[in-house]
């Protein structure tokens, strides 16, 4: 049965970065849902601004913005943005993230793994860095990172993005205890395979690596899940939220796993 209960963000103004599609856009779509207004940031501006109305239709407000996450200018350039329209910043969600291809981590070029860390570690870190002056000043924040399962394993072919996740689950850590006593706090999520256009493509790199069909990576990567599926954008969504909710208000510095069950640690 599914539940019903929303969470009151009421009043609070919302960051998301990688907002235009996949795991970024319910997150939007959620928070919205739940009363939030929302600034929806993605490289691809004309999808953020769609997402932008769709939320603005539901009698929601939301802004779009063109933001590349490894940039300092751009991100900061989108704190002044937010605060000058809505007066504050309350959530930020660093959930933009590549995998800059499917290789023995002793047969990547350099290029691909400055590529995958860049986005993925150093994205974070400026998101984080650039938001946490307004939140000081505030006394409160709720700063959201995008992890994964794949942070806390190794993986054949993907080393690279273990490595750029497991650093983010360690800054993760280390922001939330800098940061305990001041009123914000900070977690990451790590979801596991999820049901999205970049899982489609993860599963056509599989087929050019392995010769293996896409359906059938895709029924081998479903049958290895406890629950036996893949999520779904919102069951990731809904745990972003919960993370910035009045129910999260005493956790800090944790690793959510959001997996089916697949990762338990």
Known sequence: MEC???????????????????????????????????????MNLEGAQKVADQINSMGKKAIAFKMDVTS????QAMVDLTVKTFGRLDVM???????AGFK??????LDEWNKTMNVNATGVF??????????????????????SQMGKTAGDIIGHY??????????TKNLAKELAAQGITVNCVC???????????????????EGIPIEESYRNWESAIPMKRFAKPIDIAKVYVFLASGY???????AVNVCGGQEMH
């Open 162 to 171: 273990s490595a750029s996740k497991a650093a983010v689950i360690l800054l």
């Open 126 to 147: 400026i998101g984080c860095k650039t938001v946490i002056p307004q939140m000081k000043k505030q006394g409160y924040g709720r700063i959201i990172n995008a992890g």
């Open 191 to 209: 979801p596991g395979s999820v049901d999205t256009e970049m899982t489609m493509w993860e599963a056509e790199q599989f087929l050019k690596n």
């Open 248 to 254: 999260a208000d005493y956790m800090t510095g944790q």
């Open 104 to 109: 023995k981590t002793s047969e990547l070029t």
């Open 93 to 99: 969600i660093n959930n933009a993230g590549i995998i």
């Open 72 to 75: 300092e200018s751009d991100t």
């Open 4 to 42: 019903k209960n929303k969470m009151d963000m009421t009043g609070k103004i919302v960051v998301v970065t990688g907002g235009a599609s996949g795991i970024g856009k319910a997150t939007c779509l959620e928070y919205a849902e739940n009363g939030a207004s929302v600034v929806v940031c993605d």
